[in-house]
């Protein structure tokens, strides 16, 4: 009996973290973890916090450089909000860190009334944003901007690779108040250094312009909107590349006067999110609401469905947020 | 007349405050909350007369407060999870001087300071938002570390019930605190053995609930909690214990305590008084104090 070669490799699914990094791309080793024990050493107030998950959100750094100032709070991330809180009210800042689906499904409750309510000085910087883990929908985080969407005075930012959190810490830190900062940890792809770029909170950044696409994207999905715009120059096609990491508050002015400067540009929104209630939904909103209505309006997101297991290239293809499928429905959408 | 610098802003609170003075403020504190439930036709002022000896005690003799500054740096911190409980700590409030006696006629109306449920943005003296229960005992986890990396003093006393206790972040927060030695907390359950849906015990029974404590790492005491000699005698314990762990004063009270009708009224988390039982129970209240302190 002879047992059938598969056509292509199959992938391994790889460690619950997976790298975001294509092959040879440039990285930046824990630039969260490096970027906050630098500006710990400037702000005696911050301390540090993880719910037995510092290896995992690069927090380690900052608790090898500032050993005093973390705090190991276990495995219960309900708590990790509480004692947040009551940091925070004792004059700290307090930077939390756990996975993003914890922070958000268990803990919303704490987060909205212990916190936010509150208006509490307290960071939540939160590992495996979207999919970025093959371990199934108990890691995968494909709705987490959508369960904090609805949270009065929460800042939500996604960055989109190490320069933009090497460049976020300290703003968001500056910044009095709760904000939840998705997180890229580990060997973290460089790319935004290549462009005339500087991270400013609540603001949205035209990396590139093109006449004929406009891609609207925050966290990575900007490095695969950056990377399709360069291949689909081949197709004769000009993409422009508005990357928005604050989705909460939204730099609606610029994104509709993005929108508004080029009408006769489709509009793509790519996100590491399900296309429910991200920032998809939110550019929506916005260009509707004021009348800034675009030639044509597309999103790459995640689908509303428990996502499957397996290794991420394999996934994001599946679900289209990787840059092959980026570019490929770009066109199928321009031929439309 | 002119003002003469005084050294500081007079506690409310004397740790050698005589039981009988204790008692007067208690049954202070229960008139108020008669009166606010008055104001509003209703309110859990069944909860706030079976608690006022706690917080007679908790106000006028363990907490370090300035009544004129309640953000004082130095003061002890008092959280309230239980935020249904705010009539009782208003009252509270009122009898140390941190809020107005004639506020308590503002009490749960539009643009009051005094609103049903108690939030720490309304009302001077109110540490946290109690209401989503579960959420105290955490974040006085998060104040006693923080006193402790300032390097302070001061205790952080957590006021819960015993209903409340069936929150598992409860647990988080009680493992926590035996974990960093927070010998800076004192939590107090309210175990009135009532909740939304009937008996505590019969809910979601916790067992002993002193007992539980005590494997999580706590000193436990448990008395009863309209007994002011007993009363005063934990918290004097809790406070001056050389002991690492946390302590939990775990204190049964008697809903309706001090006005005997409500006393025996059919327990619920609620109880109703009926429009012309506000003047009654004050009475019942006014007779009962002056004959036990004849």
């Known amino acids: 009996m002879s047992v059938e070669t598969p056509a292509k490799p199959r992938l391994k699914t790889s460690a619950m973290i997976a790298s975001i990094a294509a092959e040879g791309q440039r990285t930046i080793s824990a630039p969260f973890g490096h970027a906050l024990a630098e500006l710990a050493a400037k702000k005696p107030e911050i301390v540090g916090m993880s719910a037995d998950l510092a290896k995992y959100t690069d927090l380690h750094i900052f608790r090898e450089a500032h050993p005093d100032r973390f705090y190991q709070m276990g495995m ?72 904090l969407r609805g949270m009065p005075e929460l800042t939500i930012v996604d960055p989109c690779d ?84 604050t989705i909460k508050p939204l730099d609606e002015a610029t994104i509709r006067a993005a ?22 939904e939110a550019v929506a ?25 397996g290794a991420l290239p394999t996934l994001h293809d599946r679900y289209g947020i990787s840059t092959e499928q980026v570019v490929a429905r770009t066109l199928d959408w321009l031929d439309a | 007349m002119s003002l003469s610098a005084s050294p500081s802003t007079p506690t409310a609170s004397d740790t050698n405050m005589p039981l009988a003075e204790l008692s007067r403020r208690a049954y202070h504190i229960r008139r108020h909350a008669l009166k606010m439930g008055q104001v509003q036709g209703q309110g859990y002022v069944g909860q706030a007369l079976g608690i006022a000896d706690v917080l007679a005690v908790a106000y006028f003799r363990a907490l370090n407060l300035r009544p004129a500054e309640p953000e004082w740096e130095g003061r002890d911190r008092f959280l309230l999870s239980i935020g249904h409980y705010a009539i009782a700590l208003y009252a509270a409030l009122i009898e140390a001087g941190v809020i107005p006696l004639e506020e308590l006629e503002t009490y749960g109306s539009d643009d009051s300071r005094l609103p049903m449920s108690g939030m720490a943005s309304y009302t001077p003296g109110m540490e946290i938002s109690g209401g989503s229960l579960g959420q105290g005992l955490g974040i006085a986890v998060g104040m006693g570390l923080g006193l402790k990396r300032k390097g302070t003093g001061q205790f952080v006393y957590n006021l819960l019930s ?114 012309d039982e506000w003047d009654k129970a004050i009475e019942v209240l006014d007779t009962g104090f002056a004959a036990a302190a004849a």
């Open chain 1, 76 to 147: 219960a991330e309900q708590l990790l909000m509480m004692a947040g809180a009551g940091m925070a009210r004792e004059g700290f800042q307090p930077w939390l860190t756990t996975y993003a689906v914890f922070a958000t499904r268990r803990a919303y409750d704490f987060l909205c009334l212990a916190i936010a309510e509150e208006g509490l000085d307290v960071k939540v910087a939160c590992a495996l944003p979207g999919l970025t883990t093959g371990y199934g929908p108990s890691h995968q985080a494909s709705e987490d901007i959508a369960i």
């Open chain 1, 162 to 245: 190490a320069i933009d959190i090497q460049q976020a810490v300290q703003p968001i830190s500056d910044h009095k108040g709760p904000v939840y900062m998705r997180l890229l940890r580990g060997k973290v792809p460089a790319v935004l250094d290549e462009y005339d770029y500087t991270f400013e909170l609540g603001k949205a950044k035209m990396l590139r312009e093109g006449a004929d696409v406009l891609f609207i994207s925050s966290g990575l999905m900007t490095m695969r909107a950056l990377e399709a715009a360069d291949a689909l120059r081949a197709d004769k096609v000009e993409a422009a590349v508005l990357h928005c990491p």
């Open chain 1, 259 to 280: 929108v508004a400067a080029k009408p006769g540009r489709l509009v793509v929104v790519a996100e590491n999110h399900s296309v429910i209630g991200g920032l998809g």
């Open chain 1, 285 to 309: 909103a916005s260009l509707l609401g004021s009348g800034t209505v675009p030639s044509g309006f597309r999103q790459i997101g995640l689908p509303d469905r428990f996502l499957d297991a």
């Open chain 2, 162 to 275: 015993d209903g409340e206790l069936g929150e598992g972040s409860t647990w988080e927060a009680a493992a926590s605190a035996a974990h960093w030695k927070l010998d800076n907390l004192i939590a107090v359950v309210d175990f009135n053995n009532q909740q939304a849906d009937g008996p505590s015990t019969q809910v979601l029974g916790m067992g002993d609930i002193a007992a539980k404590f005590e494997a999580f790492g706590w000193h436990a005491q448990f008395v009863d909690g309209n007994d002011m000699e007993a009363l005063v005698a934990a918290f004097d314990t809790a406070r001056e214990l050389d002991d690492p762990r946390p302590r939990v004063i775990v204190a049964q009270t008697l809903m309706g305590q001090g006005v005997p009708f409500l006393e025996t009224r059919e327990k619920t988390h609620f109880i109703r008084v009926d429009e």
